[in-house]
């Protein structure tokens, strides 16, 4: 009598929609738990990313980069003061640049 049931047409269509709902809230729960950890990875990259647009990879962000806004846009500025008090300015870009259509 149970063999006769999971070989049915309406068996594999309920197993198939409850797999599909517990691994869908796995996903959302591990997304929603690791959120934290992604927006650190963002900044760190970033922070990374500005310190080699400068030349100065190994050295500590905090002491060399200090954020800022710029115009009426609101548009993000990194200005970076060296040791000797040079001033160098990171605008960051986004888009497709060359590659894109």
């Known amino acids: 009598m149970v063999n006769k049931k999971r070989n049915g047409n309406v068996y594999p269509i309920m197993y198939a929609a409850l797999m599909v709902t517990l691994v869908a809230a796995l996903l959302?729960?591990?997304s929603q738990g690791l959120k934290p950890r992604q927006l650190a990875n963002i900044m760190a990259e970033t922070q990374l990313t500005i310190l080699r647009s400068v030349h100065l990879e190994d050295q500590p962000?905090?002491?060399y980069i200090t954020d800022?806004?710029?115009g009426p846009?609101?548009?993000p500025l990194f200005i970076c003061t060296l040791d000797d008090g040079?001033?160098?300015y990171i605008i960051p870009l986004e888009g497709k640049g060359l590659?894109?259509?």
């Open 86 to 88: 040079t001033r160098k």
């Open 99 to 101: 590659w894109g259509p």
């Open 61 to 63: 962000y905090e002491k």
């Open 68 to 70: 800022t806004v710029a």
């Open 28 to 30: 959302a729960l591990a």
């Open 73 to 75: 846009q609101q548009l």
